[in-house]
């Protein structure tokens, strides 16, 4: 189940890259913009909300909003180990954390999906206000553009959780390509991130999003 509110796919890639980055890193507030109650239901019920999104054969840009029943400090804690990132990001061969204190961090990961995309090998550093936001952005390596956020909305019965990616490859992507990891990979990201985290809420609901991990096997149909 989902909820797609896309904006149109001919707003430009720049465009959108202005209106979902974050540039700044001093420490400001980060106010977190509330669905409507019927979107909450939705989200309460296991969607996920692609907020905005664009994708041409630049990058791509998005927004997405799922609702997690696990608390705050697990989510964190997730997102921020390679060991669960293997999990959770498609691709992922390679994640060190290469320094850290307790509002800083430097990353490198190295991404391979196959021949149709090519290999990203980067370094990013990650600024952090536990545990409410995070903020991220490219360093080096052989990407464009790569940055982005995470925000955590805690409420009585859940957090809820707003990612923010801007990511642009430096050689052009075939655009069904481009769309196609925009509206797929990205919310399989944050399911897989919601079933390690132990917010998927009840037992199907867990085996759901535990099956959009791509870093865990995938059962054999013949057996």
Known sequence: MRIERLTSLRLSFGLMLCLLSQTSWGAVDHPFAMPDESTMERLRGGDWVLESGVSDEHGAAASILIFMRTPVERIWATIISCADAEVFVDGLEFC???????????????????????????????????????????????????????????LPDGVLVRHVLVLAPLVPAPRWLVRRNLKKDLPNLMQCIRGLSGGSGQEKALAADMDKCPGLPKPNPRN
């Open 96 to 154: 060190e954390v290469l320094e850290e204190r307790g509002d800083y961090a430097i990353t490198h990961q190295v991404v391979d999906k196959g021949w149709m995309t090519p290999r990203m090998d980067y370094r990013f550093e990650t600024r952090r206000e536990p545990y409410r936001h995070m903020q991220f952005k490219l360093l080096e390596g052989n990407l464009k553009t790569m940055q982005g956020s995470w925000d955590f909305e805690s």
